[in-house]
């Protein structure tokens, strides 16, 4: 895999120019008399009309506890921003000073020397009050490349109204969710389940299930077309075409978001970043009518992915100094406490889960566990790749385009091809 300069040597390279040239850029800035000051810039990707406006606001608090720094926030659509920072920091012009990286961007980044390493600067501090889990998908080779700041699984977020008016409770299993449907659907009319199509992260819960896993990092192998692998194909498959859920190819979070607010169907599989839109859907004015369980298990487990979002300081930052000190903010025991309250997002700090915020929110109580137990996807620098192949065969098997046998040798045989030497 092609490998960018260094994320070490383009931070002292541009540490030379930055002592050359002064600070007359836009971003310019850093300690003057120990005094932080300049321009932070800050691509958040969270969701729009709710996460972002919380994290805005937190923003705004780190200027007023610096009011010589400018924070330049700018909200980037979460499916844009992976390849447009690659670009930008590629053509070294555009990248952001700190971006909100999901967990599997943050190796592919670092192996390309785009991120500054973190490890002895002020963006990691308190670093033993996180969650092992959380600190796993930031590193590479040996090096911090992110600060977590929320960790997430999922879970089934099921209508209780609906549920009581058809006589059931949440699944525990597949067998389950099909009796379930079926019951709902004699009752009420409405469709059980609606399946995300257009998204493999909604896929891993039933990959995992069945006992299988996209790749094994530690042996160098790609597991996802084993019959492991082609057993989670199939369930998924056997869901839409008894009836039990439906699915669209395209618009798949609006349609699922949509469906489900407006109690066309009675589940959905989901995380704690869509709590706050579900609950302006009219079938939730009511909030106690949203249910949430773990996801039915398949024929050999119990397992929802672990994900979630940190924050990382590009290596070519001429303000490192006050990225720093904004990320450290950014996922302080307060910050995360208050998205915990607001958002009802989980703290990747083990203190902020004795905050009030996030003590009160039932939600962060449901999904504390859950994430305890999530399955750790592989942290390697392609990890993030290895979604849009399957994205494609997902997709066509959701809608009869193609076999699970098919799908499942086809996704492999792209990983074989991404992951050079791999078995």
């Known amino acids: 895999m092609r490998r960018g300069i260094t994320a070490t040597a383009l931070v002292a390279a541009l540490a030379l120019a930055a002592t050359a040239c002064g600070s007359d850029d836009e971003s ?14 800050w691509w958040d990707t969270s969701n729009v009309g709710s996460e972002d406006k919380v994290f805005k606001k937190l923003a705004e608090g780190f200027e007023k506890q610096h009011p010589k720094v400018d924070v330049k926030y700018v909200s980037v659509p979460f499916g844009e921003a992976q390849n447009k920072f690659k670009n930008a920091a590629q053509a070294g012009d555009g990248a952001p000073d700190v971006i909100r990286s999901e ?4 190796p592919d980044f670092a192996s390309l020397g785009y991120l500054a390493p973190l490890d002895g600067t002020s963006a990691l501090k308190n670093q033993d009050d996180f969650l092992k889990q959380a600190v796993a998908s930031t590193k590479y080779e040996g090096k911090t490349f992110a600060v977590p700041q929320v960790i997430d699984s999922m879970g089934i977020f099921y209508n209780k109204k609906m549920f009581k008016e058809a006589g059931v409770e949440a699944p525990a299993n597949l067998d389950d969710l099909k009796t379930v449907a079926k019951k709902i659907k004699d009752k009420t009319g409405k469709t059980g389940l609606y399946l995300r199509g257009d998204d493999p992260y909604y896929f891993l819960s039933f990959l995992y ?3 299988g896993d996209m790749v094994d990092a530690g042996s160098k192998s790609v597991t996802i077309d084993k019959p492991e692998g082609v057993k989670a194909f199939k369930a998924v498959k056997a869901l839409v075409d008894d009836g039990t859920a439906k699915t669209d190819a395209s618009d798949g979070w609006e ?3 949509q469906s489900f607010k407006n109690g066309d169907v009675a589940m959905m599989i989901n995380g704690p970043w869509a709590v706050s839109d579900t609950l302006t859907g009219k079938e939730f004015t009511d909030k106690d009518n949203l249910g949430i369980a773990p996801v039915p298990a398949g024929s050999a487990a119990q397992g929802a992915p672990q994900g979630g979002h940190s924050l990382a300081v590009y290596a070519g930052s001429k303000n490192l100094e006050a990225s720093y000190a904004f990320v450290e903010y950014m996922t302080s025991v307060d910050s995360q406490a208050t ?3 607001e958002l009802n997002l989980l703290p990747t ?10 003590v009160d929110s039932e939600i962060v109580g449901f999904f ?12 390697i620098p392609e990890g993030g790749s290895l979604f849009e192949p399957l994205r494609v065969e997902y997709t066509k ?11 499942a040798k086809a996704t492999g045989d792209s990983y074989r091809k991404l992951l050079e030497g791999w078995k």
């Open 397 to 407: 098997v959701l809608t009869g385009q193609t076999t699970p046998e098919k799908a």
């Open 28 to 41: 310019g800035g850093g300690k003057s008399s120990g005094e932080l000051s300049g321009t932070v810039t």
């Open 349 to 358: 700090r083990t203190s902020a889960y004795a905050k009030k915020e996030a």
């Open 209 to 211: 299930g069945e006992g």
């Open 255 to 257: 349609n699922m978001m």
């Open 368 to 379: 504390k566990p859950v994430v305890e137990t999530a399955v750790e996807r592989p942290w």
């Open 103 to 106: 967990v599997a961007w943050t």
């Open 339 to 341: 998205a915990a309250g």
